[in-house]
T-cell receptor
Framework: GENVEQHPSTLSVQEGDSAVIKCTYS??????FPWYKQELGKRPQLIID?????GEKKDQRIAVTLNKTAKHFSLHITETQPEDSAVYFC?????????????FGTGTQLKVEL | GAVVSQHPSRVICKSGTSVKIECRSL??????MFWYRQFPKQSLMLMAT?????????EQGVEKDKFLINHASLTLSTLTVTSAHPEDSSFYIC????????????FGQGTRLTVV
């Protein structure tokens, strides 16, 4: 089955700096890669996703890059703000109609300091 | 986006009792739903895939007789934790997709189960 590794487990940055979180996956059949932000006790919130036919995607301060050959993808957050502090999870899934099960990375605790 | 509602949000039960958690898709039909478990400060781990009108598919290491899943309609899946023990205390969360090529997963708000 799929195995997703995520680094770092904790990340502390100063407000305004950039944050980068990296993930690798093992199953070449995976072709859907979402990123989630989760606050304590809450449901995961999709912040950006990318499909395997795209190498990069950007949405305002958030960007994701995908290298399918190397089986890794990364989340980039620029101009970080204190409200970006949360746990971030990457995930991978083989996309199929009707639903897809997600294999999550181990999570990154991001702390944005003033 | 689509809405998935999960109930209850919190439950405390005694060891040996059973607890049922509901997952509903409010504005779409879901032939497939997924159940995850999340221990404190850990990731979400897939427990099983709930299939409408058929048996659930369980991930390796998940006891199907302990975690009963029923998906009797296109908008409702239930997870019953039977004979609960303290080690079953966790955050249980479901997800569903709207299908039709849309792959975004919509999550319920989760259920915090505490077994005492």
């Amino acid at each position: 089955g799929e195995n997703v590794e995520q680094h770092p487990s904790t990340l502390s940055v100063q407000e305004g700096d950039s944050a980068v979180i990296k993930c690798t996956y093992s199953d070449s059949a995976s072709n859907y890669f979402p990123w989630y932000k989760q606050e304590l006790g809450k449901r995961p919130q999709l912040i950006i996703d990318i499909r395997s036919n795209v190498g990069e995607k950007k949405d305002q301060r958030i960007a994701v890059t995908l290298n399918k050959t190397a089986k890794h993808f990364s989340l980039h957050i620029t101009e970080t703000q204190p409200e970006d502090s949360a746990v971030y999870f990457c995930a991978a899934s083989p996309e199929k109609g009707g639903g897809n099960k997600l294999t999550f990375g181990t999570g990154t605790q991001l702390k944005v300091e003033l | 986006g689509a809405v998935v509602s999960q109930h209850p949000s919190r439950v405390i039960c005694k060891s040996g009792t059973s607890v049922k958690i509901e997952c509903r898709s409010l504005d779409f039909q879901a032939t497939t739903m997924f159940w995850y478990r999340q221990f404190p400060k850990q990731s979400l781990m897939l427990m099983a895939t709930s299939n409408e009108g058929s048996k659930a598919t369980y991930e390796q290491g998940v006891e199907k007789d302990k975690f009963l899943i029923n998906h009797a309609s296109l908008t409702l899946s239930t997870l019953t934790v039977t004979s609960a023990h303290p080690e079953d205390s966790s955050f249980y969360i479901c997800s569903a997709n709207t299908g039709g090529g849309d792959t975004e997963a919509f999550f319920g708000q989760g259920t915090r189960l505490t077994v005492v």
